[in-house]
């Protein structure tokens, strides 16, 4: 039987906290990208963490990726596991502002999990294509000067679980330390709070674990 963690939002709240200042310091992000919906609650704490005296909240943008399916258990309880096929639900505008807004920024990608890494290959590969071809638009315009500086990607997740990936990441993403996770955790099925049908019950099992 899979082993189940449960996290609460203090837990979360915590994490996001203790990882901003490397965030800050070492990619200082313009904008961030939430992969819904398990990318929003992250984020939303993330952007209080990452405000700096003087300057703007950090924008937050957001994708909706869908890979999990449910499927049949023996014990007729049903269960999540990743599926093989990356489904989009929702999507940067290309045809608007949305995407031209990104161009020569710091991208900050927000999920909660690296399970198999499919979701973050697919996220990170179509949005670095997108932008790129926002990119060339803009220099065809007229409107893109010199002097903006290349687009880069980091990616932020609460848990990276400790398992073989069937997705890559950019090699000199991973290289030049592009890649966080709060926390590296056994392949466990981690129950996040905003999943909970009774909160105070999730609450309790949570405590029951003592995981931090």
């Known amino acids: 039987m899979v082993e189940k963690v449960y996290i609460t939002y203090n837990q979360i709240h915590k994490l996001c906290q203790e990882s901003a200042p490397r965030i800050l310091n070492e990619f200082s992000p313009n904008l961030m990208i939430a992969i819904g919906g398990g990318g929003y609650v992250p984020a939303r704490i993330l952007r209080s963490f990452l405000k700096r005296p003087s300057h703007p909240n950090i924008p937050i943008q957001a ?6 399916e449910t499927l049949p258990t023996t014990e007729n309880t049903p ?22 807004s990104l161009v020569g920024k710091n991208i900050l990608i927000v999920d909660e999990v690296d399970d198999t890494r499919t979701t973050l290959e697919y996220a ?10 926002a990119a060339e ?23 990276n679980k ?16 592009r890649y966080m ?5 056994g392949d ?25």
């Not at 990170?124 to 071809?133: H, I």
């Not at 400790?162 to 330390?177: A, F, I, Q, R």
């Not at 996770?181 to 955790?185: D, S, W």
């Open 63 to 68: 994708i909706g990726l869908s890979l999990y």
């Open 79 to 100: 269960v999540e596991q990743p599926g093989t096929h990356v489904t989009r639900t929702q999507w940067l505008d290309l045809s608007s502002l949305e995407m031209a």
């Open 124 to 133: 990170v590969r179509e949005l670095e294509k997108d932008v790129n071809t």
């Open 137 to 159: 638009k803009l220099k065809k315009e007229g409107k893109l000067g010199e002097e903006v500086k290349d687009t880069r990607f980091a990616v932020f997740v609460l848990h």
């Open 162 to 177: 400790d398992k073989e990936k069937k997705g890559k990441l950019p090699s000199d993403m991973v290289e030049e330390g």
């Open 181 to 185: 996770a709060a926390r590296t955790v």
């Open 188 to 212: 466990v099925w981690i129950c996040y709070p905003w999943e909970a049908t009774d909160i105070e019950e999730h609450d309790r099992l949570a405590a029951k674990q003592g995981m931090e």
